[in-house]
C-alpha cells in the first residue's frame, strides 16, 4: 500500500503555471505577432511602390485609401456570406413553397367555411324571430287600417 507522500514521489514534476505560460505564447501571442508583422510587412509593400519616399501625394493618398477601405471589406465579407446563404435557401424553399401555400389556403377556405356556417347558425334564431315580428306587424296592420296611418286591403 503506497502512502501519500510516495504518491507525491511518484507523479511527474507537473507545473501548470508554467504549461500555461508556454501554451498562451504558442497558442495567442505567437500568432498575434506573425499576423501583425505580416501586415505591416504588406503596408511597407504598399507605401513603397506609391512613391512615399520620393514625395508623391496622389500615390501615398490611393494606398491610404486603399488601407483605410481593406478593413471595412473584411468586416462585410460574413454579411455578404450571409446574403449568399439567404439566397441559396430562398431557392430551395421557392421549389416546394407552392404545394405548403396550397395547403396553407385549403386549411384557411375551410376554416373561413366553418365559421360562416358557425355564425350563420347562430344568428338563425333571431333572424327567425325578426321575420315572425314583421309578419305580425303586417297583419296587424291588414286588419287595423287606421293604424301607423296606411290604408287596408
Same mark, same amino acid.
Given at each position: 500500500?503506497?502512502?501519500?507522500?510516495?504518491?507525491?514521489?511518484?507523479?511527474?514534476?507537473?507545473?501548470?503555471?508554467?504549461?500555461?505560460?508556454?501554451?498562451?505564447?504558442?497558442?495567442?501571442?505567437?500568432?498575434?505577432?506573425?499576423?501583425?508583422?505580416?501586415? @505591416?510587412?504588406?503596408?511597407?509593400?504598399?507605401? $513603397?511602390? %506609391?512613391?512615399?519616399?520620393?514625395?508623391? @501625394?496622389?500615390?501615398? %493618398?490611393?494606398? %491610404?485609401?486603399?488601407? $483605410?477601405?481593406?478593413? $471595412?471589406?473584411?468586416?462585410?465579407?460574413?454579411?455578404?456570406?450571409?446574403?449568399?446563404?439567404?439566397?441559396?435557401?430562398?431557392?430551395?424553399?421557392?421549389?416546394?413553397?407552392?404545394?405548403?401555400?396550397?395547403?396553407?389556403?385549403?386549411?384557411?377556405?375551410?376554416?373561413?367555411?366553418?365559421?360562416?356556417?358557425?355564425?350563420?347558425?347562430?344568428?338563425?334564431?333571431?333572424?327567425?324571430?325578426?321575420?315572425?315580428?314583421?309578419?305580425?306587424?303586417? $297583419?296587424?296592420?291588414?286588419?287595423?287600417?287606421?293604424?301607423?296611418?296606411?290604408?287596408?286591403?
Amino acid at each position: 500500500m503506497q502512502t501519500s507522500r510516495s504518491l507525491e514521489q511518484s507523479k511527474p514534476n507537473i507545473d501548470p503555471q508554467r504549461i500555461h505560460h508556454r501554451q498562451r505564447f504558442w497558442q495567442i501571442i505567437f500568432p498575434v505577432l506573425i499576423v501583425s508583422v505580416a501586415l @505591416v510587412a504588406g503596408i511597407v509593400y504598399l507605401l $513603397l511602390p %506609391a512613391g512615399a519616399p520620393a514625395g508623391d @501625394v496622389a500615390g501615398l %493618398a490611393q494606398t %491610404a485609401t486603399v488601407i $483605410l477601405v481593406l478593413p $471595412l471589406l473584411f468586416m462585410l465579407l460574413p454579411l455578404l456570406a450571409i446574403t449568399i446563404a439567404v439566397i441559396v435557401l430562398l431557392g430551395r424553399i421557392a421549389g416546394w413553397l407552392p404545394n405548403v401555400s396550397e395547403n396553407v389556403f385549403a386549411f384557411s377556405e375551410r376554416m373561413r367555411h366553418a365559421i360562416q356556417k358557425g355564425t350563420s347558425s347562430a344568428v338563425a334564431p333571431l333572424f327567425f324571430i325578426q321575420q315572425r315580428n314583421a309578419e305580425l306587424q303586417q $297583419l296587424i296592420r291588414s286588419i287595423h287600417p287606421k293604424s301607423k296611418g296606411q290604408g287596408g286591403l
